[in-house]
């Protein structure tokens, strides 16, 4: 896998060209990074519209979107878990629930997972269900809204709190945990514009959230005035009772340069290259403080860019499990009954894979790209995404034959077949011709070869379904698989 190129472009509008057209490879580029895929009709649809027109109603549709129906067990305390399995219950109902937002809303999603890999928390710390749902709230609220606002509010949600220590953040016994991470993972990163007094000075800042409750399960915090260090203090050599709230103001006045350069790197290696491109990283750090550090025209100005789709940006990124589940389907088309077996296996295989959701592996969350990509997991993938393969296969053959039609006009020539799904799901396809024959002697299967030259083998053909799962299964191994 070659993960360098000579990428070129501005953060300029991508208008197509000759070299660079709008064409389906690219279309399908930007519904990898910015959401779970295109079906083939989302690409035909795509291919209608402008690039600019096309990033902007996306955008615009995920900002729309109303939250879901709020659980009834969203603000549940203590007094109302008597039974583990009520609570063991609710948050596989959410899991399941967030599942299918993936696939049915899928950009939206996409930004709230990201959000979850930067604001990380752990399930498995506080383990309380209405805990998880209003921290999940807040992901998909502010995906695409005001990031100052977002941190205020993230790190007054029961999961952070409980996560970070915030709870045991008192004058009488000050911990740093959550200033810490702050600074280091939420705003400015490691080493950047900060010192261990600012951490010190700013976890006083931060004292007061507890309650008589907070040692018990779901307990609820809330703001108790008396354990609140009403003294003086000095961050970033500025002197004064900062609060909560004026603590998070200074920091986005005296630190805006670095935690808008942060963000945007963050964003720039999750969604474009792992080889980051600092000028570009700037331009958009300029537009992000330029907005008061609003998150939506970054990602428009980002997205809508001739550098963004760049030949050197595709595929060059490795999915992460979910994407790798859910991209499948998605580009498969597949019209799945979406019940709790389907949704549970899908969140069964993706914790398998690394990416349990609600359970980052640390407070710096899942690392990603290669990371996800090794002799140990390499296999894991395979026999996973077969699982997935052939459960479609057994449930919904004829939607198989149906993709292969779409994609190939209903041709009866295998090799072209064969060659419109490769380049269907790899984002670059094949490099050699003779991987495109190994990939069509899947797809014969142990079908003669003089059906093929004769032209009497076509998709109507009741071996056709099963041809092209067997295909996908040849396809999920190649190394160009696992790129988006």
């Not at 009834?72 to 007094?79: K, M, N, Q, R």
């Not at 595929?315 to 088309?333: C, D, H």
């Amino acid at each position: 896998m070659n993960f360098i190129d000579c990428v070129t472009g501005t953060l300029a509008p991508y208008v197509p060209n000759a070299s660079a057209p709008w064409d389906k490879r690219r279309v399908q580029h930007l519904y990898r990074r910015l959401s779970f895929g295109a079906t083939p009709d989302e690409v035909t649809a795509a291919l209608t519209q402008t690039p600019s027109a096309l990033v902007d109603s996306l955008i615009n549709q995920a900002v729309a979107l109303p939250l879901p129906p709020e659980p009834e067990w969203a603000y549940w305390d203590v007094t109302r878990y008597t039974v583990r399995e009520v609570a063991v219950e609710q948050i596989y109902g959410w899991m399941r629930r967030w599942f299918l937002d993936m696939v049915n809303h899928g950009v939206r999603e996409k930004w709230a997972l990201f959000w979850h890999n930067h604001f990380v928390t752990r399930l498995e710390v506080y383990g309380c269900p209405s805990y998880m749902y209003q921290y999940h709230k807040l992901l998909q609220q502010y995906a695409f809204g005001n990031f100052k606002t977002f941190v205020k509010e993230i790190g007054k949600t029961p999961a952070m709190l409980a996560f970070l220590n915030g709870v045991q953040n008192t004058r009488f016994q000050p911990n740093e945990n959550y200033a810490r991470e702050l600074y280091e993972l939420f705003t400015l990163g490691r080493d950047n514009g900060y010192t261990q007094a600012d951490i010190v000075e700013t976890a006083r800042a931060l004292t007061g959230f507890n309650s008589l409750e907070n040692n018990q399960y779901c307990g609820k915090i809330n703001f108790v005035p008396a354990l609140f260090d009403n003294g003086a203090k000095t961050i970033f050599g500025k002197t004064d009772n900062w609060t909560y709230d004026t603590l998070h103001d200074l920091l986005f006045t005296e630190r805006r340069v670095q935690i808008s350069e942060y963000i945007c790197q963050k964003i720039y290696r999750n969604f474009v290259s792992p080889q980051v491109d600092e000028d570009i990283v700037k331009q958009l750090a300029v537009i992000f403080r330029n907005n008061n550090f609003e998150i939506a025209p970054v990602l428009r100005t980002l997205f809508k860019s001739e550098h963004f789709f760049d030949a050197g940006n595709i595929g060059v990124l490795v999915k992460n499990p979910i994407e790798y589940q859910l991209t499948f389907i998605r580009e498969g088309g597949f019209d799945i009954t979406w019940d709790e077996e389907a949704l549970n296996g899908l969140i069964y295989l993706a914790s398998e894979l690394g990416q349990s959701l609600f359970n980052p592996v640390d407070v710096a969350g899942w690392q990603g790209n290669r990371t996800w990509v090794n002799s140990n997991t390499l296999t894991g993938r395979w026999q996973a995404l077969r699982l997935v393969i052939f459960s479609l296969y057994e449930k919904y053959p004829t939607q198989y034959v149906a993709l292969a039609k779409q994609l190939s006009g209903d041709s009866n020539d295998g090799e072209f077949v064969t060659e419109t799904l490769v380049n269907h799901f790899l984002p670059s396809g094949l490099q050699t011709q003779e991987e495109y024959d190994r990939a069509f002697i899947s797809f014969k299967g142990e079908i003669p070869d003089h059906y093929f030259r004769d032209g009497s083998w076509n998709l109507n053909w009741e071996t056709a379904a099963g041809q092209t799962a067997l295909l996908m299964d040849h396809l999920i191994r190649k190394p160009e698989f696992q790129l988006l």
